[in-house]
């Protein structure tokens, strides 16, 4: 692993009050790869995954220590407009989440709350281009007016995508995101992943280990909180070097 | 065991469905009587001169029985209301929805429960006493009874009705939604003026629909307050006498059978259709939300 750093992550804590839910995370993730965290349910991985764009804030008494870096900056330092931060990282959900709106507003919406477009212009030509990075515009581009809700639950997962990458993040999260979808549908996200991670450092949970062989550069195993091992995913799943993380990925538990 | 079991079996087919029709028969009864009662006064006027007749003069020899100064003011005393409740009724939902911490939410919707729950003649009362002074000061009328007055009371009667079916739908928005705003990088504001707002707005024009038809079928107060004079409105800030004033304040004096008490029986029949046009639309509304 000795390509560019994206994510430093270092003595990393978190807290839900009482809980103790991710414990002295040590973790690189690497940018223009995909790196995979797996793990049973409550291991910590989605509270990982949402500590990078800072969205477990909304939850009341959460709480984090240690040092969480993006391009050197310090994700939970006091200053930082913690709105700016979402826009530098998007996320994508478990489950398609687009608003009520039209097809077309689902994708400017980003771009309107941080106002990212001079004119109309502007606005219709960066929803085309991310429509299409997402692999959704051949499907929608005569229907741009109805409603997102007619979409299929896969390509309301692809409208999702495109949503995220209209504001050009430079970190997409993922969480579990064809978790809902069917075969077909998870297949055309996975082949989209892949295709994404020219251009994004893409950080994914996934339930479903055979996803993470299939898409991802590198692969981090989670439990009780803690990052058990970290590695090449091709090395993760053939000659892991924990008995535990054989354990898991072998389906012995989880 | 058996006969038990028998018994209660009947109970829940038979009586159960008899007491829910119970509201249909007497909504039903309801209604043959009021249009029972009212068309006989179309002896007297044509329709046409009943809905757009500009006098209302019922115990004169001929009696003119135009109602359309009544409606204005109806109409006046509603719309006042409805624009002084629905920025505080949504303000209030949105703020116990989005923003309130549990404790202080466990405060206000009580209080909204009560202020619900007062009598519309003590708020008549307090409109007289206390209001219409004012009112008059401020404005420098000749007498603070009037539609202005009327439309503030009546609004504040409203807000509980607003602001509660305003904030059951802004609270029904999944986190998921809001989830989704916060991660593109919108604050909180724009999360719920942008996101939330938009995917409640049925519930919204639902909460605003029977906060109109709460105000338009508002009695007490408006008999209290709207200062009772029947003539055309010139503006909000003369006396008028909405339909329901009408009604009440007449009804006990009029003769029975006369075309005056007729009359008084077909602005009710108008109230009413008017009532069930709205609550239709807001059932439609309520019904929209649930296929987005």
């Known amino acids: 692993m000795s390509d560019e750093i994206r994510i430093v992550v270092k003595n990393f804590n978190a807290y839900y009050g009482e ?3 991710l414990k002295n995370v040590n973790i690189d ?13 409550g291991c910590g991985k989605s509270t ?21 870096m993006i391009d050197g900056n310090d994700v939970y330092d006091k200053t930082i407009d913690v709105t700016s931060l979402r826009r530098r ?11 009520p709106k039209t097809i077309y507003e689902n994708v400017a919406y980003g771009l309107r709350v941080n106002r990212l477009f001079k004119d109309n212009k502007e606005l219709e030509h960066k929803i085309e281009k991310s429509l299409v990075e997402a692999g959704l515009w051949e499907e929608v581009k005569d229907d741009l007016d109805k409603s997102a809700f007619e979409l299929s639950g896969g390509q309301q997962q692809r409208l999702c995508i495109a949503r995220a990458l209209v504001i050009q993040p430079e970190v997409i999260l993922m969480d579990e995101p064809t ?61 892991p070097v924990k008995k535990i993380t054989e354990d898991y990925i072998t389906g012995r538990f989880g | 065991m058996a006969t038990h079991k028998g018994m209660r079996k009947n109970f829940i087919e038979w009586i159960l469905p008899l007491t829910a029709s119970v509201s249909l028969v007497f909504l039903l009864g309801i209604a043959c009587t009021l249009v029972a009662a009212s068309l006989p006064v179309f002896k007297s006027v044509t329709l046409q001169g009943f809905l757009f007749g500009k006098e209302w003069i019922p115990t004169a020899e001929t009696p003119s029985l135009g109602i359309w100064s009544l409606m204005i003011a109806s109409l006046y005393v509603t719309l006042g209301a ?9 303000g209030s939902a949105v703020y116990i929805a989005e923003l309130a911490s549990p404790t202080v939410k ?15 003649v003590v708020f008549g009362f307090f409109g007289i006493v206390f209001v219409a002074p004012i009112v008059q000061r401020l404005f420098h009328l000749d007498t603070g009874l009037c539609g202005f007055t009327a439309a503030i009371i009546l609004g504040i009667i409203v807000i509980p009705t607003v602001a509660s079916i305003s904030e059951d739908a802004v609270s029904a928005i999944s986190k998921d939604l809001r989830n989704a705003s916060y991660a593109l990088g919108a604050n909180r504001w724009e999360t719920i003026i942008k996101a939330v707002l938009p995917a409640a707005k049925s519930g919204i024009f639902t909460s605003i629909i029977l906060g109109i038809s709460r105000a338009l079928g508002e009695t007490m107060t408006v008999l209290m307050v709207a200062g009772g004079a029947v003539k055309i409105p010139t503006g909000l800030f003369v006396p008028m006498r909405p339909i329901t004033a009408t ?7 009029t003769v029975v059978g006369s075309p005056h008490y007729h009359a008084l029986f077909a602005m009710g029949l108008v109230l009413f259709i008017i009532n069930i046009i709205f609550n239709l639309v807001a059932d439609r509304f309520q019904k929209g939300k649930r296929n987005v």
């Open chain 1, 19 to 21: 809980k103790h839910a």
């Open chain 1, 89 to 99: 990282v998007g996320m994508v959900f478990q489950k398609p989440n687009p608003f």
């Open chain 2, 106 to 120: 466990e405060v206000l919707k009580p209080v909204m429960e009560i202020l619900a729950g007062i009598p519309s």
């Open chain 2, 82 to 90: 409805i624009i002084f409740a629905l920025p505080l009724g949504l």
């Open chain 1, 48 to 68: 990982f995954l949402r500590s990078i764009n800072r969205m477990n804030d909304l939850i009341e008494n959460f709480k984090v220590d240690g040092q969480m």
């Open chain 2, 247 to 253: 009604i009440a304040g007449e009804m006990g004096e």
């Open chain 1, 179 to 239: 978790a809902s979808l069917d075969p077909i549908s998870t297949a055309k996200i996975e082949e989209l992943i892949q295709v994404l991670k020219k251009d994004y450092t893409i950080v994914i949970v996934t339930h479903n280990m055979q996803q993470a062989a299939r898409v991802a550069d590198n692969t981090s195993f989670f439990m009780l909180g803690e990052l058990i091992e970290y590695d090449v995913t091709s090395r993760m799943f053939t000659k």
């Open chain 1, 29 to 41: 993730i690497p940018a223009n790869k995909i790196m995979a965290m797996i793990g049973p349910s």
